[in-house]
């Protein structure tokens, strides 16, 4: 099967614009000579992600990739670790020891909050349980064989996608970068919501001006 030639940066810009415009996806298709369904694709990730750049696939080589351990709250998200070697439970129990509380704390957290993390065999060894127990953190039960519905994936899904945006290109870069736009994430997502629905208020006063 031949393979679907891509389309340019500027045309997928090319196609928001049209789109912000009130242009229909179809009308948008037939200017710009590319199938609705690549048109519709194209919004659609530009509504959710607001970038039109191609995004991250799953499973796809990264030319630079070091490990994290990453955490979220109810009130926004806690420290972002590098972890520059192969993870184990040891490092983990490390990691949670020395950034845990702290977190917590930072983020004023009520007293009763409530740990959670999926079922990778690191979380669930029993040296890990152990330890928990001993230090009387309360931890949510997960079902078994369920990553997708790890809150955390959708925010470090939108970190990877800022921190490609800003194309680092080394490791220490890289680092610098995921720290940024970590601590940006909390700040930066309601005034992007605020930012679509103007534009789309605009868009709906473009369209009854067009037709009044």
């Known amino acids: 099967m031949a393979k679907t030639k891509e389309l340019s940066k500027d045309t997928r810009n090319r196609i928001v614009d049209l789109h912000q415009a009130g242009k229909t996806e179809s009308a948008i298709g037939k200017q710009l000579g590319v199938k609705k369904s690549t048109v519709g694709a194209i919004i659609r990730k530009w509504k959710t992600y607001k970038t039109t750049d191609n995004l991250p696939r799953s499973g796809a080589p990264r030319k630079i990739s070091p490990h ?29 020891s020395k950034n845990l509380l702290p977190s917590a704390r930072a983020l004023k957290m009520k007293r009763g909050w409530v740990f959670q993390h999926d079922n990778d065999p690191k979380h669930t060894a029993r040296a890990m349980k152990e330890w928990l127990r001993k230090k009387h953190f309360k931890v949510l039960e997960w079902p078994s064989q369920s990553p997708d519905l790890n809150p955390i994936e959708n925010l470090w899904r939108e970190l990877k996608i800022r921190v490609a945006q800003r194309q680092p290109q080394n490791i220490t870069a890289l680092e610098e970068i995921c720290m940024e736009e970590w601590a940006k994430l909390p700040a930066t997502r309601e005034r992007e ?20």
């Open 68 to 96: 994290g351990v990453k955490m979220i709250t109810r009130t926004g998200p806690g420290r972002l670790i590098r972890v520059k070697e192969r993870m184990n439970g040891a490092m983990y129990r490390e990691i949670l």
């Open 193 to 212: 919501r605020e930012r679509e629905r103007e534009r789309e208020r605009e868009r709906k006063d473009s369209q009854r001006r067009q037709s009044g």
